[in-house]
């Protein structure tokens, strides 16, 4: 999984930003609560914290011959405000 | 016969029978059904219990109608069963509530509420009521049937404000707090359901499910949680109610025009199509700046990076997506990883050019510093694609660029040299001082002697071995052994047991020991041997023996005779053979420009004869451990080929290939054959080794034979997994296709016929032959082509392979048939052999005046 992606930072996040994100991840899922996910981002932040590994990461970078349609995997949906109308017709069920 | 029985087991009642099925039906929320079936037994057998069945069902029914949302029909059917059924009256009263409740009528619901003398099991069945029922916040925050500052009232105001602030805005968590609705209020589950809306839009989806799993299942609350769940996790939607479904889809954005767009466009880029690409960048495009706005940019990198490899010309792909993409740290990254990923050497240079745009970007962008270990990976990255790219096209690039600007520095992309330096200077990490030490190595364009980087290497990690061994090696292969060995110190303090290091200890001390002799200095020699007799690995193997063997020289160049016979007399004693003492001793003495021999093939026993193979062969295990060429006189070599063709000898499989690779270094591949032949017999264990040597060993006009015994043991260490053996194959020059892939029958059959072959190949007897086995070499001449109906240009020259054209020449007049023929053979030769036309007819003795030497173009 991509570490930056995990850690919910973008690419060009400086070290510091890097450190407050797993910071604050950990809040989110403490190693005693949620195992799996404090793996996923403790994994995500030693990937990210060595700047060697963090470099060559960086190189990486995304595939760019993937096909063009699976940028859309993986965007977050657009959350539309719709007003308390069409809630309230569900509650209604009509 | 059939007697009745005196005692029949009761039949369970009809009722009973009819009543379970009826509840059961109800139970798997089959109301209809039910209620007919209830109908039936109640008109069937009318009583007070049936009455109640009937009821229960209406009831059932009525309320899977206010499920539905059919309010009308359920308050409709109510006021029927009431009117049919008195007896039914609370039941019925409480559910035709409900449905006023649903519609927003909530007086009749409430009104009891202000009865002080309410009990609190009515109490709290309409505070249940309201908290299952009640959809209409507003109509409950001014219901005129409770007082203005009633809880419910000031509850539901407040909620109804939060919901319609949730619903049409980014709210924080801590305007939600809500105190008007208490812990214990029906409206509770509102609150919850209203905070779950408020995350869901600020996407703290996780608070989001915490929020939704505090609304109780049965609450009117409840019904928003799956479709809040659904645009939460991005689940699917099929299962959900069509207002649901509705709700869902306005949420969260429908991209399915870009998705289709998206994939015609990857079609259109397979099929390497440039209108349709074109097309489908413009509609893809439209679709995105539509639909997805914020993936717009990201998407038009993409797009324009494809279009480059696909070259399409930017003049019609950029006006298609609508201008160029932002060009940042990102898009140059993906451009460089996207010229990189062609596997084009021709782009490499490009590429590098983008990731210096890169680095700049990523510096301006705050992504890393230009002097962190980021940047120093970059480099080393750029000079390993540059590695790649073939010398005469990187000096080109270089070239072109220093006509812009004659300064290396500001095209340094193009130079690995430079960029190897910029990594190291950053981040002196031995990785990237292998790699530059690696390439200096290698290539032509180094500036820097691979020495000095080695030595930069030891400065910057003077724990590394690498560089130190480098340094050593060096020295030794200058002859600077005083120098190797201060290098070897060295190595030793940081990892004395390494191979490499516990074997240079004695070969540097040997070579040293050889050229202080070799420069006549025999107290130097002496000293240096004494040193060696104390190292414990002297005492390996046949090391003994040569330095046994210098002792004597050193006596034999000081004159002691005595000295010098003792020595001798050591060396057989410790090799156990006349013939391997005088190996060590003249191949030692040799080394050391001394003449030394202690006997000939003609002194030798029968039994040492016997032997001498064996001897030869110990003799090379010795040289290779000491790092000493060994190549005894083809004297020896005829005596020892006779003698393990004639007698039927008893040899390791380890002498047998050293005695097959002294043969080939002695130029003698008729006893490297035999040996690989003794050694083909001895089995499985080193077949693949001698089916290499064999190859070796073959003439060059058995090419075939000798590209199918290299494929097969490439076949057979493959299998063996032996990566050293692969190489050592590859390595050696092929003929003809050059095609070393083998079936594995073929695999089969060379093993066999091989076994069986002993004898080294001649003209007359070549041994297998294995034509069938090697591809067919289709000739590309315009002729054949036509055969095989492939297409020709009708303009494409003759084939100059091809000469019968001059077979069917007009003859020039006056020249005898016979002379024409032997002058056209001839001339066909010349062609063959390349020769100019002047020099063909010099030649022949026509040539004109003859050209001065310098001249000939």
Same mark, same amino acid.
């Given at each position: 999984?991509?570490?930056?992606?995990?850690?919910?930072?973008?690419?060009? %996040?400086?070290?510091?930003?890097?450190? %407050? %994100?797993?910071?604050?991840?950990?809040?989110?899922?403490?190693?005693?609560?949620?195992?799996?996910?404090?793996?996923?981002?403790?994994?995500?932040?030693?990937?990210?914290?060595?700047?060697?590994?963090?470099?060559?990461?960086?190189?990486?970078?995304?595939?760019?011959?993937?096909?063009?349609?699976?940028?859309?995997?993986?965007?977050?949906?657009?959350?539309?405000?719709?007003?308390?109308?069409?809630?309230?017709?569900?509650?209604?069920?009509? | 016969?059939?007697?009745?029985? $005196?005692?029949?087991?009761?039949?369970?009642?009809?009722?009973?029978?009819?009543?379970?099925?009826?509840?059961?039906?109800?139970?798997?929320?089959?109301?209809?059904?039910?209620?007919?079936?209830?109908?039936?037994?109640?008109?069937?057998?009318?009583?007070?219990?049936?009455?109640?069945?009937?009821?229960?069902?209406?009831?059932?029914?009525?309320?899977?109608?206010?499920?539905?949302?059919?309010?009308?029909?359920?308050?409709?059917?109510?006021?029927?069963?009431?009117?049919?059924?008195?007896?039914?009256?609370?039941?019925?009263?409480?559910?035709?509530?409900?449905?006023?409740?649903?519609?927003?009528?909530?007086?009749?619901?409430?009104?009891? #509420?202000?009865?002080?003398?309410?009990?609190?099991?009515?109490?709290?069945?309409?505070?249940?009521?309201?908290?299952?029922?009640?959809? $209409?916040?507003?109509?409950?925050?001014?219901?005129?049937?409770?007082?203005?500052?009633?809880?419910?009232?000031?509850?539901?105001?407040?909620?109804?404000?939060?919901?319609?602030?949730?619903?049409?805005?980014?709210?924080?968590? $801590?305007?939600? &707090?809500?105190?008007?609705?208490?812990?214990?209020?029906?409206?509770?589950?509102?609150?919850?359901?209203?905070?779950?809306?408020?995350?869901?839009?600020?996407?703290?989806?996780?608070?989001?499910?915490?929020?939704?799993?505090? &609304?109780? *299942?049965?609450?009117?609350?409840?019904?928003? /949680?799956?479709?809040?769940?659904?645009?939460?996790?991005?689940?699917?939607?099929?299962?959900?109610?069509?207002?649901?479904?509705?709700?869902?889809?306005?949420?969260?954005?429908?991209?399915?025009?870009?998705? !289709?767009?998206?994939?015609?466009?990857?079609?259109?880029?397979?099929?390497?199509?440039?209108?349709?690409?074109?097309?489908?960048?413009?509609?893809?495009?439209?679709?995105?700046?539509?639909?997805?706005?914020?993936?717009?940019?990201?998407?038009?990198?993409?797009?324009?990076?494809?279009? &480059?490899?696909? $070259?399409?010309?930017?003049?019609? !792909? #950029? *006006?298609?997506?609508?201008?160029?993409?932002?060009?940042?740290?990102?898009?140059?990254?993906?451009?460089?990883?996207?010229?990189?990923?062609?596997?084009?050497?021709?782009?490499?240079?490009?590429?590098?050019? =983008?990731?210096? +745009?890169?680095?700049?970007?990523?510096?301006?962008?705050?992504?890393?510093?230009?002097?962190?270990?980021?940047?120093?990976?970059?480099?080393?990255?750029?000079?390993?694609?540059?590695?790649?790219?073939?010398?005469?096209?990187?000096?080109?690039?270089?070239?072109?660029?220093?006509?812009? =600007?004659?300064?290396?520095?500001?095209?340094?992309?193009?130079?690995?040299?430079?960029?190897?330096?910029?990594?190291?200077?950053?981040?002196?990490?031995?990785?990237?001082?292998?790699?530059?030490?690696?390439?200096?190595?290698?290539?032509?364009?180094?500036?820097?002697?691979?020495?000095?980087?080695?030595?930069?290497?030891?400065?910057?990690?003077?724990?590394?071995?690498?560089?130190?061994?480098?340094?050593?090696?060096?020295?030794?292969?200058?002859?600077?052994?005083?120098?190797?060995?201060?290098?070897?110190?060295?190595?030793?303090?940081?990892?004395?047991?390494?191979?490499?290091?516990?074997?240079?200890?004695?070969?540097?001390?040997?070579?040293?020991?050889?050229?202080?002799?070799?420069?006549?200095?025999?107290?130097?020699?002496?000293?240096?041997?004494?040193?060696?007799?104390?190292?414990?690995? &002297?005492?390996?193997?046949?090391?003994?023996?040569?330095?046994?063997?210098?002792?004597?020289?050193?006596?034999?160049?000081?004159?002691? @005779?005595?000295?010098?016979?003792?020595?001798?007399?050591?060396?057989?004693?410790?090799?156990?053979?006349?013939?391997?003492?005088?190996?060590?001793?003249?191949?030692?003495?040799?080394?050391?420009?001394?003449?030394?021999?202690?006997?000939?093939?003609?002194?030798?026993?029968?039994?040492?004869? +016997?032997?001498?193979?064996?001897?030869?062969?110990?003799?090379?295990?010795?040289?290779?451990?000491?790092?000493?060429?060994?190549?005894?006189?083809?004297?020896?070599?005829?005596?020892?080929?006779?003698?393990?063709?004639?007698?039927?000898?008893?040899?390791?499989?380890?002498?047998?290939?050293?005695?097959?690779?002294?043969?080939?270094?002695?130029?003698?591949?008729?006893?490297?054959?035999?040996?690989?032949?003794?050694?083909? +017999?001895?089995?499985?264990?080193?077949?693949?080794?001698?089916?290499?040597?064999?190859?070796? /060993?073959?003439?060059?006009?058995?090419?075939?034979?000798?590209?199918?015994?290299?494929?097969? !043991?490439?076949?057979? /260490?493959?299998?063996?997994?032996?990566? @050293?053996?692969?190489?050592?194959?590859?390595?050696?020059?092929?003929?003809?296709?050059?095609?070393?892939?083998?079936?594995?029958?073929?695999?089969?059959?060379?093993?066999?016929?091989?076994?069986?072959?002993?004898?080294?190949?001649?003209?007359?007897?070549?041994?297998?032959?294995?034509?069938?086995?090697?591809?067919?070499?289709?000739?590309?001449?315009?002729?054949?082509?036509?055969?095989?109906?492939?297409?020709?240009?009708?303009?494409?020259?003759?084939?100059?392979?091809?000469?019968?054209?001059?077979?069917?020449?007009?003859?020039?007049?006056?020249?005898?048939?016979?002379?024409?023929?032997?002058?056209?053979?001839?001339?066909?030769?010349?062609?063959?052999?390349?020769?100019?036309?002047?020099?063909?007819?010099?030649?022949?003795?026509?040539?004109?005046?003859?050209?001065?030497?310098?001249?000939?173009?």
């Amino acid at each position: 999984m991509n570490p930056w992606e995990a850690l919910g930072i973008p690419e060009d %996040a400086s070290e510091e930003q890097i450190r %407050a %994100a797993y910071l604050g991840k950990v809040k989110e899922f403490p190693p005693e609560r949620a195992p799996e996910e404090f793996e996923k981002v403790r994994d995500a932040y030693d990937s990210l914290r060595d700047p060697r590994r963090r470099g060559r990461l960086v190189l990486l970078g995304p595939d760019p011959t993937t096909p063009l349609v699976s940028l859309l995997d993986g965007l977050p949906g657009e959350r539309k405000f719709v007003g308390p109308k069409p809630w309230l017709k569900v509650l209604n069920g009509r | 016969m059939f007697r009745k029985p $005196d005692k029949m087991p009761k039949p369970e009642s009809l009722d009973a029978v009819g009543e379970s099925s009826v509840r059961q039906l109800i139970a798997q929320g089959k109301h209809k059904v039910a209620l007919e079936r209830a109908k039936q037994i109640h008109k069937a057998s009318a009583s007070p219990a049936t009455e109640a069945l009937v009821v229960d069902a209406y009831a059932a029914r009525i309320r899977a109608l206010l499920d539905h949302g059919l309010l009308v029909e359920a308050k409709a059917l109510s006021d029927l069963v009431r009117e049919r059924y008195p007896s039914a009256g609370a039941s019925i009263d409480q559910l035709r509530t409900s449905a006023e409740a649903r519609q927003g009528n909530l007086d009749a619901l409430l009104r009891p #509420l202000n009865d002080p003398a309410i009990s609190l099991e009515q109490r709290t069945s309409i505070e249940e009521a309201v908290g299952r029922e009640v959809t $209409d916040l507003a109509a409950l925050a001014e219901c005129p049937a409770l007082g203005a500052g009633h809880p419910l009232r000031t509850g539901a105001r407040a909620l109804h404000k939060a919901f319609e602030a949730v619903t049409s805005q980014l709210v924080p968590e $801590d305007a939600l &707090v809500l105190p008007e609705v208490s812990r214990r209020s029906p409206l509770a589950p509102w609150k919850m359901l209203i905070r779950a809306i408020g995350c869901f839009y600020r996407r703290e989806d996780e608070a989001c499910r915490r929020y939704l799993e505090a &609304v109780p *299942p049965g609450s009117a609350a409840s019904r928003l /949680a799956p479709a809040l769940l659904a645009m939460a996790d991005g689940g699917s939607r099929n299962s959900l109610p069509h207002e649901a479904a509705v709700l869902v889809s306005g949420v969260t954005q429908e991209r399915a025009g870009l998705r !289709a767009a998206l994939q015609e466009l990857d079609r259109a880029f397979a099929a390497d199509d440039e209108r349709r690409i074109l097309k489908g960048i413009r509609n893809a495009a439209a679709e995105c700046r539509l639909h997805c706005p914020a993936l717009l940019e990201k998407l038009k990198g993409y797009m324009t990076v494809r279009a &480059v490899i696909a $070259d399409i010309d930017s003049d019609h !792909a #950029l *006006p298609a997506m609508g201008g160029h993409p932002r060009k940042d740290a990102q898009f140059h990254r993906l451009f460089a990883r996207a010229l990189e990923a062609t596997s084009d050497s021709k782009h490499y240079t490009f590429a590098c050019a =983008i990731w210096a +745009a890169f680095l700049e970007k990523a510096k301006d962008e705050g992504w890393f510093t230009g002097h962190g270990p980021e940047a120093a990976m970059l480099y080393i990255r750029m000079a390993e694609l540059l590695r790649v790219v073939p010398g005469h096209l990187l000096e080109m690039s270089q070239a072109s660029a220093r006509k812009e =600007i004659d300064d290396p520095e500001a095209f340094y992309y193009l130079y690995p040299e430079l960029l190897y330096e910029r990594a190291c200077a950053i981040d002196p990490h031995s990785e990237h001082f292998s790699k530059w030490l690696e390439w200096a190595s290698t290539n032509r364009l180094a500036a820097s002697s691979p020495e000095k980087i080695a030595e930069m290497w030891h400065a910057a990690c003077p724990q590394d071995l690498a560089p130190l061994l480098h340094l050593m090696t060096s020295a030794e292969r200058r002859k600077s052994f005083h120098k190797a060995i201060a290098i070897l110190d060295k190595a030793e303090a940081i990892d004395a047991v390494h191979p490499a290091v516990r074997r240079a200890r004695l070969r540097l001390m040997f070579a040293n020991a050889v050229r202080q002799l070799k420069q006549r200095k025999p107290r130097l020699a002496e000293r240096t041997l004494l040193v060696i007799q104390g190292l414990p690995q &002297v005492r390996q193997g046949d090391r003994r023996a040569f330095l046994a063997a210098l002792r004597g020289i050193c006596s034999a160049i000081y004159g002691s @005779t005595k000295a010098t016979e003792a020595a001798v007399e050591k060396l057989t004693r410790l090799l156990d053979s006349a013939a391997a003492a005088n190996f060590v001793i003249a191949g030692a003495a040799s080394a050391c420009n001394y003449q030394f021999s202690v006997c000939s093939p003609a002194d030798l026993s029968e039994k040492e004869l +016997a032997a001498l193979p064996a001897a030869i062969a110990r003799v090379c295990a010795l040289a290779e451990d000491i790092g000493w060429t060994f190549t005894p006189r083809r004297g020896w070599l005829e005596v020892a080929a006779r003698s393990l063709r004639e007698r039927r000898l008893e040899l390791s499989s380890g002498q047998l290939r050293l005695l097959a690779k002294v043969a080939l270094r002695a130029e003698y591949p008729e006893m490297a054959y035999m040996a690989s032949a003794a050694g083909l +017999a001895l089995g499985l264990a080193d077949e693949a080794r001698f089916l290499l040597l064999r190859a070796q /060993a073959l003439p060059e006009w058995l090419w075939n034979r000798r590209n199918r015994c290299i494929a097969a !043991a490439i076949s057979l /260490a493959r299998s063996a997994k032996d990566s @050293t053996l692969i190489a050592e194959a590859r390595n050696l020059p092929t003929s003809g296709s050059g095609e070393l892939s083998i079936e594995p029958d073929e695999l089969e059959e060379v093993r066999r016929r091989e076994r069986a072959a002993n004898v080294y190949p001649t003209r007359q007897d070549p041994g297998p032959i294995y034509s069938s086995m090697e591809p067919e070499e289709l000739c590309d001449c315009p002729a054949c082509r036509r055969e095989r109906g492939e297409p020709v240009d009708e303009d494409e020259e003759p084939d100059l392979g091809d000469l019968s054209f001059l077979d069917n020449m007009p003859l020039p007049e006056g020249v005898p048939p016979v002379i024409a023929r032997a002058l056209v053979e001839e001339i066909k030769q010349s062609i063959l052999r390349g020769e100019s036309p002047d020099e063909l007819l010099d030649r022949l003795g026509v040539g004109g005046k003859k050209r001065r030497k310098g001249k000939r173009r």
